[in-house]
C-alpha cells in the first residue's frame, strides 16, 4: 500500500523567507501528484498537479518538484506572506486511488 | 461553474439516526470519492466510484454506503449514526487517468455531529 509521508508536520516562518515543504511516497509508480492547501475550516483547494512524466510545475510564488525514482517531491514557496499561513497537502494518484500526506501546517508570521 | 457542491454543510444526529450526505459535480467527471477528516488522523477514503455504475469500498468503509445515482451525482449513506462517526466529510471528483488534467476537486465539506 502507498504511504505518503510529509516532513515537517508544523512550520513557522517570518514573512519573507523562502521555504521548501517535503513529500515522500513509498511506491514510485504513480499517475500525478498534487500539492492542495487547507485553510482552518474549509475544503482542500489545488495548487499544483504533476504528471508522472513532468519534473515540475510552477504558478506564481509556487515551484513544485517531483523525483519519482526517489520518491520525493517539494513544494517551494518563494517570499512567503501571512496569506500563505494554512496547512499544505500533498497527495499522489494510483490510478483510481489517491493517497494523502498528514500534511504541513505552515505559520507565516508578520 | 460550481464545481462540487455538497449538501448539508452542517448536521447533528443522534445515534442510530440515519442520513444521506448528496454530492453533485457539474464537470463531467468519470470519478468520484467520499473522504473523511478527522484531527490527527489526516484524510481517509470512504468510498469512491471509478465510473458510472461502480462503487468500490476505500480504508474506512464500515458504517455507510454509497450510491452513484447517475454520472454527475454520488451520495454517502449512514444507515445508523454511531458518535465515531463524527467528522468532517469532503466529496471530491476527478476526471479518469488519461482523460484531461485530472485535477481532483473538492467540495467545501460537511460537518456532522454524532451525539
Known amino acids: 500500500k502507498q504511504e505518503v509521508t510529509q516532513i515537517p508536520a508544523a512550520l513557522s516562518v517570518p514573512e519573507g523567507e523562502n521555504l521548501v515543504l517535503n513529500c515522500s511516497f513509498t511506491?514510485?509508480?504513480?499517475?500525478?501528484l498534487q500539492w492542495f492547501r487547507q485553510d482552518p475550516g474549509k475544503g482542500l483547494t489545488s495548487l499544483l498537479l504533476?504528471?508522472?512524466?513532468?519534473r515540475e510545475q510552477t504558478s506564481g510564488r509556487l515551484n513544485a518538484s517531483l523525483d519519482k525514482s526517489s520518491g520525493r517531491s517539494t513544494l517551494y514557496i518563494a517570499a512567503s506572506q501571512p496569506g500563505d499561513s494554512a496547512t499544505y497537502l500533498c497527495?499522489?494518484?494510483?490510478?483510481?486511488?489517491?493517497?494523502f500526506g498528514s500534511g504541513t501546517k505552515l505559520n507565516v508570521k508578520p | 461553474n460550481a464545481g462540487v457542491t455538497q449538501t448539508p454543510k452542517f448536521q447533528v444526529l443522534k445515534t442510530g439516526q440515519s442520513m444521506t450526505l448528496q454530492c453533485a459535480q457539474d464537470m463531467n467527471h468519470n470519478s468520484m470519492y467520499w473522504y473523511r477528516q478527522d484531527p490527527g488522523m489526516g484524510l481517509r477514503l470512504i468510498y469512491y466510484s471509478a465510473s458510472e455504475g461502480t462503487t468500490d469500498k476505500g480504508e474506512v468503509p464500515n458504517g455507510y454506503n454509497v450510491s452513484r445515482l447517475n454520472k454527475r451525482e454520488f451520495s454517502l449513506r449512514l444507515e445508523s449514526a454511531a458518535p465515531s462517526q463524527t467528522s468532517v466529510y469532503f466529496c471530491a471528483s476527478s476526471a479518469s487517468p488519461g482523460a484531461g488534467a485530472n485535477v481532483l476537486t473538492f467540495g467545501a465539506g460537511s460537518r456532522l455531529t454524532v451525539l
Open positions: 497527495a499522489v494518484r494510483d490510478f483510481n486511488k489517491f493517497y
Open positions: 504533476i504528471q508522472s512524466s513532468q
Open positions: 511506491d514510485s509508480a504513480i499517475y500525478n
